[in-house]
Every structure is written in C-alpha cells, then in structure tokens.
C-alpha cells in the first residue's frame, strides 16, 4: 500500500539552533498528518497535527507545514533543545481513523 | 487522567509459543488500534477494534488475533510465534467519532516482545 517516508536517517543539531524534518508522502487522499516523537523505551508522542485543507499550523516551538502540490511535510522546531532528542516521525491518515507512518528521522541535539 | 496503559512491559517468549498483550484506552476512548514496530522501523498498523468487532485489519496473517472488552479494552493475541515476531507492539486509542478534526489518537509506551 501507499506509505509516509521520511528523506534523513538522522539529524545532528546545535542546540538553540532550529530543527527542519522533511517527510514525504504518496497517499493524494490522506485528509490528515500528524508528527510524533519518539524516546527511546517510549510510545510516540503527539506533537502537532495538520489536517489537508491547511497549508501551516503553528504550536509552541514547533511548525508544521504541508505541500499538497509535491506530497511533502515539514516539522519545524525552533530553539531545539537537548530534550528535543528523538526519533519523529510523520503519519497520514488515509482514513478510518488508521494511520500510516514513515521509518522515522533521529534527531541529536549536541550541548 | 490515565493515558494507555499497557501490559506487560516486556516479555520473553520462545519461538511457537502463543503470547496475549493487553491495552486499557484513554479515558473516554473508544478505539483501540494495535501496532506492530520492528527496531528502527515505523509502527505498521495490525488492526483495530470498535465495539467489540474488528474493524480495519492491515497486512498481517491470522496468527495476530484480537479482542475488545465492553469496557474498551483490548487484548492482542499472537499464536505460533516466530523469530521475526520480535517488535515492539503498541497499543493506540482514538475516538470512532472525532472531536472536531481531532482524533485524539494517543499511544501507549508498548509492550517489548522478544522471540527466542
């Protein structure tokens, strides 16, 4: 079936500096994305949500854009701190209430 | 206000045998959705139970069965496990019905299977 792929294995960051994760997706019908992080021995977590009919969603630190034109979404987080370190990953719901998600991108935040 | 909470935590299992993880949802949840994450890997949807019934299965074999509680809870259920049965399993719940555009999709911290 049709999945979310993420372009970067892993991203090393200075912290204070801001974070760019880039995702790309095949599925033209998905209505929904969302990015969640992931700690290690942990579940993900909800970061940020956007639905199909918005191009930009902000929240706190964190910014989320998506492409329709090119299949492509971001997550941008401003600041990153070294709690920021993690596994994120994007997810699209195609429907159902079922989501698809990507192999996932690491991201270092170096002290 | 408990999240998901599932159980046990880890678990060691030898190949052929039969394993059941269990999921209680959020509060006021009442879908669960089970997910299968292999080490560095993206969770790959298993299925997902609506009252009591399964209702959207994804790209796994018979061997991965499941369960929905009248309180909403779930059980998974893999029988004659194998080497490659080895994954995190994480157990999601959500609202059939969102509130607005907002699932309310929230996870669990998952159950470590191994297969020996």
């Known amino acids: 079936g049709e999945s979310v792929g993420l372009h970067l294995p892993t991203l090393s960051v200075q912290e204070g500096d801001n974070s760019i994760i880039n995702c790309a997706y095949s599925?033209?019908?998905?209505?929904?994305f969302i990015w969640y992080k992931q700690e290690s021995g942990k579940g993900p977590q909800f970061i940020i949500d956007?639905?199909?009919?918005?191009d930009k969603r902000q929240g706190q630190r964190v910014t989320v854009l998506l492409n329709k034109t090119v299949k492509h979404l971001s997550l941008q987080i401003a600041a990153t701190q070294p709690g920021d370190s993690a596994v994120y990953f994007c997810?699209?719901?195609?429907?159902?209430?079922?989501?698809?998600f990507g192999k996932g991108n690491q991201v270092v935040v170096i002290p | 206000d408990a999240g998901v909470t599932q159980s046990p935590t880890h678990l060691i299992k030898t190949r052929g045998q039969q394993v059941t993880l269990r999921c209680s949802p959020k509060?006021?949840?009442?879908?669960v959705s089970w997910y299968q994450q292999a080490l560095g890997q993206g969770p790959q949807f298993i299925f997902q139970?609506?009252?009591?019934?399964?209702?959207q299965r994804g790209n796994f074999p018979d061997r991965f069965s499941g369960h929905q509680f009248p309180n909403y809870s779930s059980e998974l259920n893999v029988n004659a496990l194998l080497l490659g049965d080895s994954a995190l399993y994480l157990c999601?719940?959500?609202?059939?019905?969102?509130?607005?555009?907002?699932?309310?999709?929230?996870f669990g911290s998952g159950t470590r299977l191994t297969v020996v």
């Open positions: 999601a719940s959500s609202l059939v019905r969102p509130s607005r555009w907002h699932y309310g999709y929230t």
């Open positions: 599925n033209s019908a998905s209505d929904y």
């Open positions: 956007i639905r199909s009919n918005m």
């Open positions: 997810a699209e719901n195609g429907g159902n209430n079922r989501l698809a």
């Open positions: 509060s006021g949840h009442d879908t």
């Open positions: 139970y609506y009252e009591e019934e399964e209702r």
